[in-house]
């Protein structure tokens, strides 16, 4: 299964992790640098697996982004207060 997850959490990190190792082929998004670095350590062995994606995208760069990939499933593990990434 092709997932787009968009991370920015722990949970979010863990969450990749699992479904890395069952399979899965993920996307992961962050906004920063610094939540790539964050992902990229969290991750450790298991990010080059991993395609992530780092930049914010208002919600215009994401309906764009989804319609030109073909994922079967997007995960918001973005922090609470993400609120763009949520909306």
């Known amino acids: 299964m092709h997932l787009l997850v968009f991370a ?3 949970d979010g990190a863990a969450f990749i992790r699992f479904a890395c ?5 993920i996307t992961a998004s962050v ?3 610094y ?6 350590a969290a991750l450790g062995a298991d990010s080059d697996a991993v395609s992530i994606i ?3 995208m208002n919600q215009e760069q994401i309906q ?4 030109r990939n073909n994922f079967e499933a997007v995960i918001d593990a973005t ?3 993400a609120s763009e990434a949520t909306h």
């Open 79 to 81: 922090h609470p207060y």
């Open 35 to 40: 939540g790539l670095d964050d992902l990229k």
């Open 54 to 56: 780092h930049g914010r």
């Open 64 to 67: 764009i982004y989804l319609r």
């Open 21 to 25: 190792r069952a399979g899965h082929s």
């Open 8 to 10: 920015g959490t722990v």
């Open 31 to 33: 906004a920063t640098e």
